[in-house]
T-cell receptor, first 116, second 111 residues
Framework: DVKVTQSSRYLVKRTGEKVFLECVQD?????MFWYRQDPGLGLRLIYF???????EKGDIPEGYSVSREKKERFSLILESASTNQTSMYLC???????????????FGPGTRLTVT | TQLLEQSPQFLSIQEGENLTVYCNSS?????LQWYRQEPGEGPVLLVT?????EVKKLKRLTFQFGDARKDSSLHITAAQPGDTGLYLC???????????FGTGTRLKVLA
């Protein structure tokens, strides 16, 4: 079974703090993703990585950065947390086989971040 | 732009009823996935459909991929309260590693 774990289920931070969210997958997947999920807006892609040290901006990268130093670990960093970054953050991983037909994404349990 | 529209958006039914959720696009997808998400949790993968016309069953859930690979449906027979959740269809964006998510169907099954 694929397992994706996230460092915290709930997090409360103050405005201006630097926040680290960590994600680890145990299936040797090449691709890892960070999303945020907000009511009425669905899942929105923040950043993704298709290899170690490689990253691509998603649809809403502003205010975020990422780090992938090891294949199994993908970190999301909020450089200076703001109240509009209060959200549910979801990490996912998938295989990167270009010749395959399916790219199922496997999700972690999520981190509910509140910025006050 | 590839989009996935789901219908209905919300569904509230009694235990034991049957229901169907639809996922439609004007674009062809190489595969489609269905997920269920419970409140406060991450989406859990239920199934992947790959071949046009494919039907897959998971206990009381039946998934179908349209012949043209532009749409999919999820049918639940004799719904139970444990089926309550947000159902999402999703598929890979062609030519990239990105993923397109459907608009979601929120299902509530009343005991």
């Amino acid at each position: 079974d694929v397992k994706v774990t996230q460092s915290s289920r709930y997090l409360v931070k103050r405005t201006g703090e630097k926040v680290f969210l960590e994600c680890v997958q145990d299936m040797d997947h090449e691709n890892m993703f960070w999303y945020r999920q907000d009511p009425g807006l669905g899942l929105r892609l923040i950043y993704f990585s298709y290899d170690v040290k490689m990253k691509e901006k998603g649809d809403i990268p502003e205010g975020y950065s990422v780090s992938r130093e090891k294949k199994e670990r993908f970190s999301l960093i909020l450089e200076s947390a703001s109240t509009n970054q209060t959200s549910m953050y979801l990490c996912a991983s998938s295989t990167g086989t270009s010749g395959g037909f399916s790219y199922e994404q496997y999700f972690g349990p999520g981190t509910r971040l509140t910025v006050t | 732009t590839q989009l996935l529209e789901q219908s209905p958006q919300f569904l509230s039914i009694q235990e034991g009823e049957n229901l169907t959720v639809y996922c439609n696009s004007s674009s062809v997808f190489s595969s489609l996935q269905w997920y269920r998400q419970e409140p406060g949790e991450g989406p859990v993968l239920l199934v992947t459909v790959v071949t046009g016309g494919e039907v897959k069953k998971l206990k009381r859930l039946t998934f179908q991929f349209g012949d043209a690979r532009k749409d999919s449906s999820l049918h639940i027979t004799a719904a139970q309260p444990g089926d309550t959740g947000l159902y999402l269809c999703a598929g890979p964006h062609s030519g990239t590693y990105k993923y397109i998510f459907g608009t979601g169907t929120r299902l509530k099954v009343l005991a």
